[in-house]
């Protein structure tokens, strides 16, 4: 008698071929671990679908088995995989194609498993960019990804999230029926407006975390490629001071992207020859874009007088001039030395900044000896979106060091669990972070959302366990 | 289970993030599309291990032994051309510390291609190559004794001795003998009395480093080295790809290094022609476009001896030419899927990449592809049989012999 994996394995063969399905330990293995130090989460079969339909058949077939489904799009995450083992791992990178891009609406469709900078490769040789331009792990990080976990990044500061330049999805419900949100519902429209034509269906998958389907095809927003930019540098000596400067340029919507870089960091790349940062508490790094000199000029002035009005000391733009013309490039993702690195990005209203993070150096306090003991460095970096500062408060530790990693997955708890206490809204939730979250939901909020979910996905066969559903 | 080979690298395998980068992260700052060849078009599977993330993970595993060598483990590490785009796009390779790259991916896939080597987890093909290698210093599975049979009928042999050796290797000598008699003729041209190593002349090793037999390679590095002094070589000059990045890079890794200067042949030749000891006189009037291949390009970054303006200069230099490039070049050239032992481990999946790369040159509109690599010249003129394309190929330097007198 066959057993289950090999019925499984040959009921997904049929859907996708035999070519794309694999229940290989060493493709299993390689598929058990996110970018996160969580411990291995091994899966029973590997699937590659290349379209909506085989991934609406697969998903049929996940509930015929009551096999579980774990979703997988550039597998960048920071949160560790859904609770639990076995079941199937979708990996969506070979959905990678665009669609659509039409220009009479201003939209783009894609597949969800194209990443965001092939995306902004194939519309930029079009002349255009989407407005929100992906996570700073676009490299890898894919459309899918980015809508499930609400991605800000890139063009956050002007633009905002990914939600705000989402015009509609396709999505595979938990049953395997289809559905497409947005104007897209009407099978008569472009899919080129969001609201209307009923409820806002799209937001209901906006953050969530894959639990109520598998996005397949997402539209968006786009403009024309701007041409002209330009960058600035600021150094302060208060964060305060520096925080209202950086509240007074986002009143304004001025720069595209805000970098606020701390001690540890400035000095970091002030060594590394980024000039006028090796000994300075903050800076603060702007990247303005535009259509003309003129505009970009005007609006870099605008945001001089601001920043320098708050105490802003204006050193040469080489961060910004560096960091900015090479999105996802960002570099601390591996520590000096080669250290690791774990963060959890988040959004506290700009003018409440200061006071929320000194939260960070108390929770640090009770693990100082530990930390210098097991080389544990902690370092910190932000970006604006729009209202709001998201925090990247990174841990470095060196892998090899496995007490040191188990310290590091305490110390970044302990962190999450204060930060969400201190009004800190987390958008990728992931397993760790995701059941913190959800702990923090109140008994009717949570009842809502178990509802939803039963109701969507009535064997709980997606994502399962994550924000504890 | 004793200790790996691939341990002497622990400390980078664990500085991978997995991040992910090493697939398909795309710049158009540089007109970077994709990563890993392996993934493009459905090349293969594409699954996690068929690129780098995948391959440092499992290799974690074997390391905190929770994962045993085993054959699927082999077949996935042997089926990748080991172009080094991964190594180029990670950005922890990409940053120095204490003077190397802080990642080194293909070195880390070739330690543990010799641990695979050493268990006994190379395929048949790969161990007849060996084999073969051993008895006759060739992997094609050739005579050694006809090794000098590339000297066209009519054309005087070289000599045995000459302070200007020319290495040939293994793939001009038995496949594309063109590329042979094209580099001796321009270089005779240029008035150098070039000699080739016969019968002396073995297998660079570059085969046996990249299947995982390092004992061998060595000893052919040895042998060659010691042959070409015999000769009296100053300089050795190479028209293949693979046997240049062998000496320059792997020779010394092995801990030989040649005492001898090292010349590409299109490098040399863009010499002669700025001494004016090379002239062209006619044109080749035809849209050429141009593949870098990866032995003389990303495997010579770290040293700074990539050769990717030469070639270009050459180009440029010869009347008539309408040159197109590809949209993926110089650092960000896509892999043509010969080398790192893919072509003879399996053949489909090298095919499919070149015919990638083929429909990639079609795309400008050139109707010749050149390159400066014999094992490229194969497997992208394969492709353009087998895709039924109406591209021409061409080494550039038999493009250069052509038109010098």
């Known amino acids: 008698m066959m057993s289950t994996t090999s019925a499984l394995v040959e009921a997904l063969s049929n859907i996708v071929g035999s070519r794309f399905v694999s229940d290989d330990i060493n493709v299993r293995l390689a598929y058990s671990r996110d970018a996160s130090p969580e411990p291995p989460r091994i899966c029973d079969v590997v699937v590659r679908p290349g379209s909506t339909e085989e991934v609406a058949e697969i998903v049929k077939v996940a509930n015929r088995f009551k096999t579980p489904i774990i979703i997988r799009g550039g597998g960048a995450n920071l949160v560790g995989l859904p609770p639990g083992s076995g079941g199937i791992t979708i990996d969506m990178t070979r959905m990678c194609n665009i669609v659509e891009i039409d220009e009479t609406s201003m939209t783009v469709t894609a597949q969800t498993g194209i990443n965001w900078s092939m995306l902004t490769y194939e519309l930029k040789k079009k002349g255009y960019r989407t407005p929100f331009y992906g996570p700073f792990s676009g490299g890898a990080a894919t459309l899918g990804g980015g809508i499930s976990n609400a991605s800000a990044g890139l063009g956050s500061a002007k633009y905002g999230t990914v939600a705000d330049i989402l015009v509609g999805l396709e999505v595979v419900l938990p049953t395997g029926d289809v559905i497409r949100t947005g104007s897209g519902a009407n099978p008569f429209a472009r899919k080129f407006a969001r609201w209307g034509f009923g409820p806002d269906m799209t937001g209901l998958f906006v953050g969530d975390q894959g639990i109520f389907g598998v996005k397949t095809e997402a539209t968006l927003k786009i403009m024309p490629w701007p041409d002209c930019w330009t960058f600035g540098s600021y150094t302060f000596q208060d964060l305060e001071k520096c925080c209202r400067a950086i509240y007074e340029v986002q009143l304004k919507h001025i720069p595209v992207n805000i970098i606020l870089l701390e001690p540890d960091f400035n000095r970091l790349f002030g060594k590394a020859g980024f000039r006028g940062l090796a000994d300075v508490p903050f800076s603060v790094h702007l990247h303005i874009e535009g259509y003309s000199k003129d505009e970009v000029d005007k609006l870099k002035a605008e945001a001089d007088e601001i920043m320098k009005k708050h105490g802003g000391n204006e050193v040469p733009p080489d961060f910004p001039s560096w960091n900015f013309t090479r999105p996802w490039e960002w570099p601390p993702r591996t520590g000096p030395l080669g250290q690791a690195w774990i963060t959890a990005c988040y959004k506290v209203p700009i003018l409440d900044y200061p006071a929320h993070r000194d939260m960070w150096y108390r929770v640090l306090d009770k693990y100082k000896d530990v930390m210098k003991e097991k080389k544990i460095d902690f370092y910190v970096a932000s970006l604006v979106v729009e209202n709001a500062l998201d925090p990247m408060n990174v841990l470095y530790w ?22 969400i206490r201190n009004g800190a809204i987390h958008y990728w939730l992931g397993k760790v972070i995701g059941e913190r979250v959800a702990q923090t939901y109140t008994g009717t909020y949570f009842d809502f959302l178990r509802t939803i979910k039963r109701a969507l996905d009535p064997n709980g066969i997606i994502n399962p366990g994550l924000l504890l559903l | 289970m004793s200790k790996l080979f691939v341990e002497q690298f622990k400390e980078e395998i664990y500085r991978c993030i997995r991040c992910g980068y090493c697939r398909d992260f795309s710049r158009y700052r540089d007109s970077a599309y994709r990563v890993c060849p392996l993934r493009e078009n459905d090349a293969t599977p594409g699954f996690e291990p068929y690129s ?34 991964c190594w180029d796009k ?55 004794e006809d090794r000098i049979k590339w000297v066209p009928a009519g054309v005087e042999p070289p000599p045995t001795k000459s302070d200007v050796m020319y290495f040939v290797g293994c793939t001009s000598s038995y ?48 042998h060659n080295i010691a042959a070409l002094e015999k000769a009296g070589a100053k300089m050795v000059v190479f028209s293949c790809a693979g046997c240049y990045r062998a000496f320059k890079v792997d020779y010394p890794a092995l801990g030989i290094e040649p005492p001898f200067e090292l010349k590409h042949a299109i490098d040399l030749a863009l010499e002669l022609l700025d001494q004016g000891k090379l002239s062209i006189k006619k044109d080749f009037k035809a849209k050429v476009t141009l593949h870098d291949p990866c032995h003389t390009g990303r495997h010579l970054v770290h040293i700074k001896a990539e050769l990717y303006d030469q070639p270009r200069e050459v180009i440029k230099r010869i009347p008539g030419i309408e040159f197109v490039e590809m949209e993926r070049i110089r650092r960000n050239s896509w892999c043509c899927g010969a080398g790192g032992g893919l072509r003879s481990y399996n053949a489909d999946i090298s095919l499919a990449l070149a015919k990638n790369r083929v429909k990639e040159a079609e795309r400008t509109g050139a109707d010749v592809l ?36």
């Open chain 2, 175 to 222: 496949r594309q003998k063109n590329i042979a008699a094209a580099t001796l003729s321009l270089l005779r041209k240029a008035g150098i009395n070039v000699g080739v190593l016969y019968p002396d002349e073995w297998c660079c090793g570059s085969p046996m480093l990249r299947i995982g037999h390092r004992e061998l390679a060595k000893e052919l590095a040895e």
């Open chain 2, 52 to 85: 780098a993330r995948g391959r440092l993970m499992l290799i974690r595993f074997v390391l905190e032994g929770k994962l045993q060598l085993n054959e699927k483990l082999a077949d996935l590490f042997y089926t990748c051309p080991t172009c080094r785009n």
């Open chain 2, 90 to 144: 990670c950005y922890v390779a990409q940053t120095r510390l204490k003077g190397k790259n802080m990642i080194n991916q293909v070195e880390i896939y070739e330690a543990f291609r010799h641990d695979l080597f050493k268990a006994g987890l190379i395929s048949p093909r790969h161990k007849q190559i060996l084999e073969w290698t051993v008895k006759e210093h060739n992997p094609y599975l050739e005579k050694h």
């Open chain 1, 398 to 419: 060196f892998d090899e060091d496995e007490e040191a990693r188990e310290w590091v997955r305490k110390i970044w708890r302990d962190l999450i669990i204060n930060e």
């Open chain 2, 370 to 405: 050149t390159s400066i690599c014999p094992f490229c010249y194969r497997n992208l003129s394969d492709a353009i049989k087998l895709s039924g394309s109406n591209m021409k190929m061409y080494d550039l330097v038999e493009i250069l012999d052509m038109v010098t007198e």
